[in-house]
């Protein structure tokens, strides 16, 4: 699997793009943490993630994609064992679990099984491209991921569920489904999303949903503009700091809705607010392009992929990026409900950053063996 690698062509654009991003969110985080104490170790966490996440890329660009997809069972059976273990430990504690904690540190199972969710579609995908792109098609390609899914459900932990649905689809696009399916599903989740708004706002408990994530689509629908604690409060916050900061910002470590600690969770949720504030317009424009650098780079490998399974990889990791971006930056800047997914490369967390880097490494994988170009 190590034969014939050409590091000529290495993507050191892309890999440039992560290494800003993941610097420039690694001071971010120094200056979001104004100061608390009890948060300063984790500016040398970020570090000490960053850099073994260099190391990550470049082990897994040396390694053929293929050698992972062979691996489909292991890689689906161990996910599913430490998803279940975490299912387990939140029915102990009577409540929500999202790590473990080995040591000082705390790992999340979740941010990997995207990555493993990729995988597992990046073979069914590429052994299936010659079959009907019918309901059984979809069907089994849906069972492969919810086969990961329901553990992350039944945490509970419906954002991350959402974003597997997302990079499912987007997969299920990029290799040919039909249209009239398309609708079809279309005009399911829209019934399903419709009913649950609904039932939220009239107070009716939904399975799968906990109070607390009901509460925050009411808190989006019908805000309360005079609360105090909560949803609401932090994105009333958040706006605050994105508008204060004006063009340029006030200043690495002057933003006063950060520094005074006004704008709750910056670290991680909110750092676009913070970044936003400190760094104004400029800034915020700044770290959009970066990302942006970062998934196009991940779809032209796509499309210099050599195969199926190539293509899937890195159009699934592009669609990861992609979307959590969009949904972090949306919840900042309120057009969307408060979901708690962090901003690739620039938000604190070790595990996400981790599995992002692990997804870099297979998108160079796959462009470092992609086709011959024919003239």
Not at 116 to 130: G, N, P, S, V
């Amino acid at each position: 699997m190590l034969r014939e690698i050409s590091w000529r062509h290495f993507d050191f654009w892309l890999l440039g793009a992560v290494v800003l991003a993941t610097a420039f969110g690694t001071t971010m985080i120094r200056s979001a943490i104004a100061g608390n104490e009890e948060l300063l170790p984790l500016i040398n966490r970020q570090i000490y993630f960053a850099l073994a996440g260099l190391v990550v890329i470049f082990v897994f660009a040396a390694i053929d994609y293929h050698y992972w997809i062979a691996l489909y069972r292991p890689i689906f059976i161990v996910m599913s064992i430490l998803l279940f273990a975490l299912f387990l430990s939140a029915q102990a504690v009577f409540g929500a679990a999202r790590w473990f904690q080995v040591g000082v540190l705390f790992v999340q199972p979740t941010e990997f099984a995207k990555i493993a969710a990729i995988l597992l579609l990046a073979r069914y995908f590429d052994k299936t491209q010659d079959q009907p792109r019918n309901l059984r098609w979809i069907l089994f390609a849906f069972l492969w991921v919810m086969g990961l899914g329901i553990w992350i459900l039944l945490q509970p932990n419906l954002s991350n569920v959402v974003v597997l649905m997302v990079i499912l689809g987007s997969l299920l696009w990029f290799n040919g489904i039909q249209l009239k399916h398309i609708a079809l599903f279309g005009v399911i989740a829209g019934l399903l999303l419709g009913a649950v708004v609904g039932l939220s706002v009239a107070g009716v408990r939904i399975p799968f949903l906990q109070e607390y994530q009901q509460q925050r689509i009411v808190n989006f629908i019908l805000p309360d503009p005079n609360a105090t604690f909560g949803a609401t409060y932090n994105v009333q916050q958040a706006l605050i700091a994105i508008g204060s900061g004006g063009l340029f910002g006030k200043g690495y470590g002057h933003g006063t809705q950060t520094q005074l600690r006004f704008l709750k969770v910056r670290h991680t949720d909110f750092i676009f607010s913070a970044i936003s504030e400190e760094f104004g317009l400029v800034g915020a424009f700044f770290v959009i392009v970066v990302i942006v650098l970062v998934i196009w780079r991940c779809l032209r490998a796509a499309q210099k992929a050599r195969d199926v399974a190539g293509m899937t990889i890195a159009y699934g990791v592009a669609t990861l990026i992609f979307f959590q971006g969009m949904v972090n930056i949306g919840v900042n800047l309120n057009i969307v409900p408060v979901s708690g997914l962090p901003l690739p490369f620039i938000s604190y967390g070790g595990s996400g950053l981790t599995s992002l880097m692990l997804g870099i490494g297979l998108v160079e994988s796959v462009a470092m063996r992609h086709k011959e170009l024919g003239f």
